[in-house]
């Protein structure tokens, strides 16, 4: 059920964001740890050769991790002391929720044991998110870096393994703090400030590949930006698809006054999961590569540069599996967030339920399947959203853009779009705060 209120202005939001308290402080809070986390990027560790590093990981051998970098805005290649970023969060986060269908107990702590347990969950995520930054800063401090190491030992292992923890563990403190205290999902944040922050480099970049080509070079890189906008607008248009469902509510007596019976209706979003699933596939195909960087097997390294990364020989392989993952992902995600039958009792608790279906098991039903149509609908335009636009930028050959491509735009339009509705309920709240205060 949502309200029929009228949804307040840009205007009236910046209004009441500049005179409410509550939402004035918040938006110090997101904009201050923002702020932190960027100059953190930046802090090196020492000991490395940065320029190296970063000019090997750029060379484009591995789109992928190219990929991973805007996702820890240059982090990973200028080698700060928050360098890992959000990722290990992110891949603790996949585990567990892999896990939570998998194992029973937990599956009953996220289930039947409301905030209690899944203040457990989210406590057992920072363990495996800590555990996970363990082993990727020794495997990144004692592998990739031993060539670019100035002096190379047990002690730079160290060293660079304890600054590479700490900045991921206070990452994920301070995403954490966004979510409780500021505005917005904190992991999504630092992910679409990362995001942004890498596009005055691919911008420049792309100015100065115009300016060295000539007309044909132009012509494409308009091609490839009316295609990004008309991403964008297939982005908006899905993220704000709804389907609703039609509810009564029965006509009920209280006291003396019987109410009318009342109809409203039942909102399911045609993408559930949000830029999540495109986020956990992003990182599940990033493991292979990270693989063949520690094991060196060159017939392994051969086959995950073939099939597993975007620029192989066989991409369509790479995209296949990519598709694959979205589409888990989205069905995954999706019964998280809706389990239609707990709806279906809520409904009948309420003494609603939806025309021409019968109340209970036939309710569950019915909802499951509009769901699951609903769900595959949006994980086909997500991973169709993930592979094409990559697809025709590789066949237009502009590089500029590459790794900043249509999953970076989703993820910079489903962040914002989620982001300016909790602001927009936090202004709602704070008008009834006013009214209820006259």
């Known amino acids: 059920m949502i309200s029929r209120d009228k949804a307040p202005t840009a205007q009236e939001t910046f209004m009441q964001m500049a005179q409410a308290a509550g939402l004035r402080g918040r938006l110090l809070v997101t904009v201050g740890i923002l702020i932190l986390i960027r100059l953190g990027i930046r802090i090196p560790i020492p000991g490395i050769n940065r320029e190296a590093f970063a000019n090997a990981l750029q060379g484009g051998n591995n789109p992928i991790l190219g990929f991973l970098d805007i996702f820890s805005g240059g982090g990973l290649s200028a080698l700060g002391v928050f360098a890992l970023g959000i990722l290990p969060y992110i891949n603790a986060s996949i585990i567990i929720q892999l896990l939570t269908a998998a194992i029973p107990a937990l599956e009953n702590l996220q289930k039947n044991e409301g905030e209690a347990g899944r203040r457990k969950i989210s406590q057992i995520t920072r363990y495996v998110a800590l555990g996970w930054a363990i082993l990727q800063s020794i495997f990144i401090s004692a592998f990739w870096l031993r060539g670019f190491a100035i002096s190379y030992g047990p002690y730079f292992v160290a060293e660079t393994a304890l600054a590479l923890v700490t900045g991921s563990m206070f990452v994920m403190w301070a995403s954490e703090v966004i979510t409780e205290r500021g505005l917005g999902n904190g992991a999504s944040l630092l992910i679409f400030v990362n995001i942004v922050a890498t596009l005055p480099k691919s911008l420049g970049d792309t100015i100065q590949f115009v300016e060295t080509g000539g007309r044909e070079i132009v012509g494409r890189v308009i091609i490839l930006l009316l295609l990004f906008l008309l991403t964008i607008v297939g982005i ?6 709804i389907r ?22 039942l909102p399911l979003r045609l993408n559930q999961g949000g830029v999540m699933p495109i986020i956990f596939a992003a990182a599940i195909l990033s493991l292979p590569v990270l693989i063949s960087q520690f094991l060196k097997n060159p017939e392994y390294t051969r086959f995950v540069n073939n099939y597993l990364t975007p620029g ?3 991409a369509w392989a790479y995209s296949l599996f990519y598709l694959v993952a979205i589409v888990f992902f989205s069905y995954f995600y999706s019964s998280l967030i809706m389990n ?9 608790k309420m003494g609603s339920s939806i025309p021409g279906i019968r109340p209970g098991k036939a309710t569950s039903e019915y909802i499951e399947r509009v769901v ?5 609908l949006g994980a086909i335009f997500l991973g169709l959203v993930a592979i094409i636009p990559t697809a025709v930028e590789s066949t237009l050959n502009v590089p500029t853009f590459r790794g900043l491509g249509a999953t970076s735009l989703l993820i910079l339009v489903g962040v914002a779009i989620d982001t300016a509705k909790q602001v927009q309920t936090y202004v709602i709240s704070q008008r009834y705060e006013g009214m209820v205060k006259q």
């Open 236 to 241: 908006v248009f899905v993220q704000e698809g």
């Open 244 to 265: 609703r469902i039609p509810i009564i509510s029965a006509r009920r007596q209280v006291g003396r006054r019987v109410l009318a019976e009342q109809r409203s209706y």
């Open 312 to 314: 192989g020989n066989n």
């Open 340 to 348: 239609p039958v707990d709806v279906s009792q809520n409904l009948k």
């Open 372 to 376: 699951n149509r609903l769900t595959f």
